[in-house]
């Protein structure tokens, strides 16, 4: 039997396999070739099976020798084949942190904040120092009849009042509205006296587009009515209110016509040491209320109209009108 192998032989296979077995577990690239490893090495067809199958040739004193060294190599093989896989785990694990890492160092993108377009602010403002009159705020549509727009505030059809605010008609006796005045007309429909309302809106006039023109712009409207209102009420209402938006400015009245106000006034501020017209006004016309079906020996109250667009450019010393609808960020961000 001089090829039967010996104890040293099978010792020295052992050792071989278990430096070959470092080797390859330290290269397996994955948690799959680790399995495939622990298959080859100690599974029931591997390597330490085949080397063991030669033991039962040594002589019986021997086998438990190499019983117990194929014991301390087959821990020392699963103790690698653990480590390993712990240590592969470990490296995708930073891997996958490294990859997916926020750098909170980065500036965030920068998101301008908006703020109010002046036209806005004023008209907030404006509405703010009447409410604080005691006036609330009502509205009307932009789309309105003739009859609204211009019969119904004693502006007939061949008046040549109508000359100065031609307007864009629409089919169907429509009309873009000139002025926020049909919203007096709307509100007494609707609401007896005592009324106190302003409405803020935009409005529209055939108007070629210049530095003071635009054919679309934006008015408020005041209205008051009651038992007793005359000419003072008016006058202290609207000083009262220009004081407040310009500053203690000087204010005059002067006279004037509106086909719904008699007597009618328009108004001046002195700004910067000119005379400035900013708003027009007067007693509502007897024969506006008697188209309401108000009485006007019990009824009377004022009216007045002003232009927010012209509100906004004295305030802000604009110089041109048409830099409030073009929407220049270098322009609007300064106010
Ligand atoms: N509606 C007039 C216009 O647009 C402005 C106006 C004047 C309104 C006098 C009024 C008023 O309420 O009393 O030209």
């Not at 490296?91 to 904040?113: N, V």
């Not at 005045?181 to 006296?193: D, F, K, M, Y």
């Not at 054919?215 to 006058?235: K, N, T």
């Not at 501020?269 to 006004?281: N, T």
Request: with cysteine; net charge negative.
């Amino acid at each position: 039997m001089s090829n039967a192998p010996t104890l040293a032989d099978i010792t020295g296979q052992l050792e071989a396999l278990e430096a070959d077995a470092a080797a390859a577990i330290a290269d397996a690239a994955d948690a799959a070739a680790l399995e495939q490893l622990r298959i080859d090495l100690l599974g029931k067809k591997g390597k330490l099976s085949g080397v063991l199958g030669a033991m039962g040739k040594l002589p019986g004193d021997q086998r438990p020798l190499v019983g117990q060294r194929a014991n301390v190599l087959k821990a020392q093989v699963q103790g690698l084949l653990q480590e390993r896989q712990t240590n592969l785990k470990q490296a995708a694990m930073e891997a996958r942190i490294a990859s997916e890492t926020i750098d909170i160092t980065l500036p965030a993108s920068y998101r301008p904040p908006g703020h109010r377009h002046p036209l806005l602010s004023t008209t907030d403002d404006i509405v703010d120092i009447f409410c604080g009159l005691g006036y609330r705020v009502v509205e009307g549509p932009d789309i309105e009849t003739d009859h609204y727009n211009f019969s119904a505030l004693n502006i007939p059809e061949d008046h040549p009042a109508r000359d100065m605010q031609d307007t864009f008609y629409l089919p169907g006796e429509r009309l873009l509205r000139t002025h926020t005045s049909p919203v007096q007309i709307r509100h007494l429909e609707a609401n007896p006296p005592p009324v106190r309302v302003i409405a803020p809106g935009r409005v529209y006039r055939r108007d070629a587009v210049d530095a003071t023109h635009s054919p679309v712009f934006h008015q408020v409207e005041v209205l008051a009515i009651d038992e007793g209102l005359d000419f003072s009420h008016l006058r202290g209402t609207v000083t009262e209110f220009l004081r407040t938006f310009f500053g203690d400015l000087p204010v005059r009245f002067r006279a004037s016509y509106f086909p719904f106000t008699e007597p009618s006034a328009e108004v001046d501020v002195q700004w910067r040491g000119r005379w400035l017209e900013v708003m027009g006004c007067g007693m509502v016309d007897p024969a506006v209320l008697e188209g309401m079906g108000l009485d006007p020996e019990r009824w009377s109250g004022f009216a007045a109209g002003l232009g927010v667009e012209r509100f906004c450019m004295v305030r802000h010393g604009i110089d041109d009108i048409r830099r409030l609808f073009t929407s220049d960020l270098r322009f609007l961000e300064q106010f």
